[in-house]
């Protein structure tokens, strides 16, 4: 089985940072594309930041220039450093990843973390 946990999150004032990380454990052979989800009371979940193995990104439009996500393959680890805060950046943040477990048959599939809440006071 594959596990994520992410970690990382809490209280920010406005225009503070946080950094998150997310580790993907269990039988993993490989990871694709990882990345960073989050969902705001009442909204739906909507994508904040993915990056490829080979370490491309992409980013929603409203955390651009903001935001910066990064990865390291050797530990199946996915980071997210969250700068210059607003309080619309409260959600809970999960961590997503398209992972290929240890003699699976199914390739590639989507896993998702429990999620770790941030908040932001104005």
């Known amino acids: 089985q594959v596990q994520l946990a992410e970690s990382g999150g809490g209280l920010v004032q406005a225009g503070g940072s946080l950094r998150l990380s997310c580790a993907a454990s269990g039988s993993i052979f490989s990871s694709n594309v990882m990345g960073w989800y989050r969902q705001a009371p009442g909204k739906q979940r909507e994508l904040v930041a993915t990056?490829?193995?080979?370490?491309?990104?992409n980013y929603a439009d409203s955390v651009k220039g903001r935001f910066t996500i990064s990865r390291d393959n050797a530990k199946n680890t996915v980071y997210l450093q969250l700068s210059s805060l607003k309080p619309e950046d409260t959600a809970v943040y999960y961590c997503?990843?398209?992972?290929?477990?240890?003699?699976?048959?199914?390739?590639?599939?989507?896993?998702w973390g429990q999620g770790t809440q941030v908040t932001v006071s104005s």
């Open positions: 997503y990843g398209n992972i290929l477990a240890l003699y699976s048959d199914s390739g590639y599939l989507d896993y």
């Open positions: 990056i490829t193995r080979g370490g491309r990104t």
